[in-house]
């Protein structure tokens, strides 16, 4: 596959510009460059980008990063993302994975929802396993087909749930990600979260602009939004649209991302949740 420079800038966070000077200053390889002459990258052009994204935001120096020869990343890399003990169950299902084989895994993941309720598994197994396999790909490039098959597999159980928990719903409540990469699953989360508590979503989908929302907003007249991020880790950056979605016009505006609580002393008009918990009180007091 190929990318053009905004679409390596939205998966990885890191501003296109930013990505110009770094190529002027850093003496970066230059991508290949089409009839048009816009920049191409490939595969491994992206996930390098997706490696140097992830150990800025961890506290490292572009300097410094480019000062290292590519092990010397990696071994950086492996001392960000220590591999954390999984349970059990999440090994297991991780190991499946890794078979691709659709049956097996999709059989232990149904079997581990029943056991416990989606919304249980949801916490315990789902976002961990996303999580520990997002971290597998950053370090190694070649993991993104077994993170992409169970990514898939999870997808489609989250939609046949949120079928069944449409009956008797309530309030509006619009949901939307401005991100591209892997929001779909947070949403779907969320989506689902929203009809077992009784509340109407109006899912505006991933990779929609803050302006896209505002539209579709004023048309439904929702008093809520929320704007999805990331329940698991990722190096896309959720900063660069807080600015604008504290403009948006609404009542009760809610960001859900992992990490965008930092965010909350600069922002006064919107809520920040940080978990399945955090959405879970505020559907609640609804």
Known sequence: MEYSIKEVSQLTGIKDFTIRMWEKRY???????????????KENELHNFMRISALIKRGFRISEIMGM?????????????????????????????????????????????????????????????????????????????????????????????????EQELGEKVMIFSPMQDSSELSLLITDYLIKKYKKTPIYCGDNVKVSQAKAALQKSQCDRIVMVGHFYDSTEDLAAQLAAFAKVDCPHKFVLDRNAAEHADKYPSIVFLQSVDDLKKQLLEM
Do not use: C, W
Request: charged residues 35%.
């Open 27 to 41: 003496k970066m390889p230059l991508p290949e460059r089409g009839d048009n002459k816009v920049r191409k990258y």
């Open 69 to 165: 020869s590519p092990d010397e990343v990696s071994e950086k890399i492996g001392m960000v993302f220590v591999p954390k003990r999984l349970d059990l169950k999440i090994d297991r299902l991780m190991k499946l994975a890794q078979t691709f084989s659709d049956t097996e895994f999709d059989k232990e993941l149904k079997h581990e929802i029943i056991d416990s309720g989606l919304e249980a598994a949801i916490v315990n197994i789902i976002i961990p396993m996303m999580e520990a396999m997002e971290a597998k790909y950053i370090q190694n490039s070649d993991y993104l087909a077994v993170k992409q098959f169970a990514y898939d597999t999870i997808r489609r159980r989250l939609i046949v749930a949120a079928d069944v928990e």
